[in-house]
Antibody, heavy 118, light 110 residues
Framework: EVQLVESGGGLVQPGGSLRLSCAASGFTFSSYGLTWVRQAPGKGLDWVSGISTSGNNKYYADSVKGRFTISRDNSKNTLYLQMNSLRAEDTAIYYC???????????WGQGTMVTVSS | QSVLTQPPSASGTPGQRVTISCSGSSSNIGRKTVSWYQQLPGTAPKLLIYTNNQRPPGVPDRFSGSKSGTSASLAISGLQSEDEADYYCAAWDDSLNGRVFGGGTKLTVL
């Protein structure tokens, strides 16, 4: 069974940094693209970043480009999101997801909450 | 403003068939596959449809997807009270070089 467990969320001040992790199990981690999607309170889904199987190709939403960095460690079956220069508008639940079905369908983790506030 | 456009709400009575639309453009739905997700209150999204019309294991055949040109649709037949949720469409966008989501449709079962 595919399982994704996010961690690392919490309360951080504006301008601060946070590193999210996503531990994966139940599938061959190095064979699938991965992504981070966020959801602000009461809002819809907002794609943040994606990474290829090898980690060589990385993609970012314009809203986070230059502030967030996605990475993966295929030896540890773990996905990361380094978030710097955080803003109030980054406050959201951050979901890790694997592009498990035909490069089209995501399987999701349970999410971790990030709150940016002074 | 979302790149993919969905109606904010939809409704139906138990047993009815409802359809949720998702409108995009030539840079996303027009050339890429569409997936659909169900999000029950307080939970993570769950995959319902991938590659326009494929169901992953465990998803009832009451749920079906279709795509034509730059639009896609999710149909739910035999509506049940537990189908009350938010539904999102998604596709890759070649112009933005990223995944885009619809704004979501809140389905109410009357």
């Amino acid at each position: 069974e595919v399982q994704l467990v996010e961690s690392g969320g919490g309360l951080v001040q504006p301008g601060g940094s946070l590193r999210l992790s996503c531990a994966a199990s139940g599938f061959t981690f190095s064979s699938y693209g991965l992504t981070w999607v966020r959801q602000a309170p009461g809002k819809g889904l907002d794609w943040v970043s994606g990474i290829s199987t090898s980690g060589n190709n990385k993609y970012y939403a314009d809203s986070v480009k230059g502030r967030f960095t996605i990475s993966r460690d295929n030896s540890k079956n773990t996905l990361y999101l380094q978030m710097n220069s955080l803003r109030a508008e980054d406050t959201a639940i951050y979901y890790c997801a694997v592009l498990y079905y035909d490069s089209s369908g995501y399987v999701w983790g349970q999410g971790t909450m990030v709150t940016v506030s002074s | 403003q979302s790149v993919l456009t969905q109606p904010p709400s939809a409704s139906g009575t138990p047993g009815q068939r409802v359809t949720i639309s998702c409108s995009g453009s030539s840079s996303n739905i027009g050339r890429k596959t569409v997936s659909w997700y169900q999000q029950l209150p307080g939970t993570a999204p769950k995959l319902l449809i991938y590659t326009n019309n494929q169901r992953p294991p465990g998803v009832p055949d009451r749920f079906s997807g279709s795509k034509s040109g730059t639009s896609a649709s999710l149909a739910i037949s035999g509506l049940q009270s537990e189908d009350e949720a938010d539904y999102y469409c998604a596709a890759w966008d070649d112009s933005l070089n990223g995944r885009v989501f619809g704004g979501g449709t809140k389905l109410t079962v009357l």
